[in-house]
């Protein structure tokens, strides 16, 4: 795997008419696995096109191994991978078909072409199921190809864009399993609005809000974060209704003796309530709720 260090300096995109998709951004990345939260809207997948190349930044610049990828975007091309958010596939053809053709695309040809797409249909579980018309795969295998796609080329850069959007729970699961094992030397960038899909498989977190950059750090420098505002108590059914109206509310719980509630307040909410330790969920939950000085490094 050839050297990985990607560099954002102060980068922004505006639309026409003024509009800021995103703004500001500065990052230095090297591998690992940055999971790129955010709501949807918040500009992640105008950022991840920037960082493959399909979109220029209007402001700053972005860098692959020291090379401004404004004018030398080639330098990134060749060890990128990349899995847009609607990504597509031709349903009549086999998986090993589809790679074939995306192969030669990439400008793999012959022996190498055929050797790489076993291995990437043997690295994403796909080898029984090879043969088969896309058309009659599920939502999930459907994305394992996806990824597979984007490894043909052994990517230094592997960038994924909501890729468990739809997929079910045990999908989900093995996506992410996936993904950590494809993590090794190269930098792998996740975005998602689905906070479990980082939180056993990130190194690094970036949140954006509004297009802006909010916080950026380890998971546990975003939990601690939150910590003293995340708090619980027992209240009954009846007064869930006025506690959702006047709390940010993250969690309920029905027990014998009420329901257990999960509340986001910078101060005690309640003369009952006990402050927890926060999770990830939580603590992502008070970060995109809170002001804009609330995530600073």
């Not at 012959?110 to 018309?133: I, M, P």
Request: aromatic letters at 6%; proline letters at 5%.
């Amino acid at each position: 795997m050839s050297h990985c260090n990607l560099s954002l300096k102060s980068v922004g995109y505006r639309y026409s008419g003024n509009h800021h998709a995103v703004q500001d951004i500065t990052l230095d990345l090297g591998p690992g696995i940055l999971g790129l939260l955010g709501p949807n809207g918040a500009g992640k997948s105008t950022l991840m096109r920037m960082l493959a190349t399909m979109t220029r930044p209007t402001t700053g610049k972005i860098s692959w191994n020291g090379d401004d990828l404004a004018t030398a975007p080639n330098t990134l091309r060749h060890t990128l991978g990349y899995l847009p958010q609607d990504f597509g596939v031709y349903p009549a053809l086999s998986a090993r078909e589809f790679l074939g053709f995306l192969a030669a695309v990439k400008g793999l040809s012959g022996a190498k072409a055929k050797e790489r797409v076993d291995t990437c249909l043997s690295l994403v579980g796909l080898n029984d199921a090879a043969d088969r018309r896309l058309g009659e795969y599920s939502g999930g295998m459907r994305q394992r190809v996806g990824i597979a796609q984007a490894l043909l080329n052994d990517p230094a850069l592997l960038i994924v864009d909501e890729p468990t959007v739809g997929l079910d729970p045990e999908e989900r699961m093995r996506f992410r399993h996936l993904l950590t094992d494809l993590a090794g030397e190269r930098l792998v960038i996740l975005s998602t609005h689905i906070v479990s899909d980082v939180e056993a498989s990130a190194t690094s977190l970036a949140v954006m809000v509004g297009g802006a950059l909010r916080f950026h750090g380890t998971p546990d420098a975003l939990i601690a974060k939150a910590e003293g505002k995340v708090w619980e108590w027992t209240i009954t059914p009846e007064q869930l209704p006025e506690v959702r109206k006047a709390f940010m509310l993250c969690g309920s719980l029905r027990r014998p003796d009420g329901i257990r509630v999960r509340v986001i307040a910078n101060e005690r909410p309640h003369a009952e309530a006990q402050a927890v330790m926060p999770e990830l969920e939580d603590a992502y939950t008070w970060l995109t709720a809170s002001g804009p000085s609330a995530g600073a490094h």
